[in-house]
């Protein structure tokens, strides 16, 4: 069975300082296809493949389409509280992993079983950083 990784948009943009605020939408495009090249690697030293990704989008990022490899989900309001319900709904018996640094939104889902990282587990690694 696949893992399943959530990714939250909103925490892994803001983790770079790089303008993404003035784009906020081609931020997210960006990191949804940095994500896709995880589809069939996984995120070494943290879930194998196969894998499922799925980018939780909100506000201006909101109309960002999924591509090959990564669902993009929108949050019509709180997008941690979108996190939230797809770790209720999907996780069941299979690995989860949500990716983001906000510390109320990690309780929240490991709470529901779900084993946390921050941004740099995705966002690191696609940029070149350890």
């Known amino acids: ?3 399943l990784v959530v990714v939250d948009a909103a925490n892994v943009v803001g983790s770079v300082p790089d303008g993404w605020w003035r784009d906020r939408h081609g931020a997210a ?3 949804r296809d940095a994500l896709a090249a995880y589809a069939g690697t996984g995120l070494p030293g943290l879930v194998a493949p196969p894998v499922e990704l799925v980018l939780v989008v909100e506000g201006a990022a909101r109309g960002v389409e999924s591509v090959d490899g990564v669902r993009v989900v ?3 309001g709180s997008g941690d509280d979108r ?3 797809l770790v ?10 949500v990716v983001t640094a906000d510390r109320e939104l990690r309780a ?3 709470a529901l079983g779900a084993r946390v990282t ?3 587990a995705v966002w690191g690694r696609e940029r070149g950083e350890a």
Not at 90 to 97: I, K, P, Q, S, Y
């Open 88 to 97: 209720a709904e999907e996780c069941g018996d299979r690995d989860c992993l």
């Open 74 to 76: 929108p949050a019509s």
């Open 108 to 110: 929240r889902v490991q």
């Open 83 to 85: 996190i939230v319900q």
């Open 1 to 3: 069975m696949d893992s």
């Open 29 to 31: 495009e960006r990191l």
């Open 118 to 120: 921050g941004p740099r």
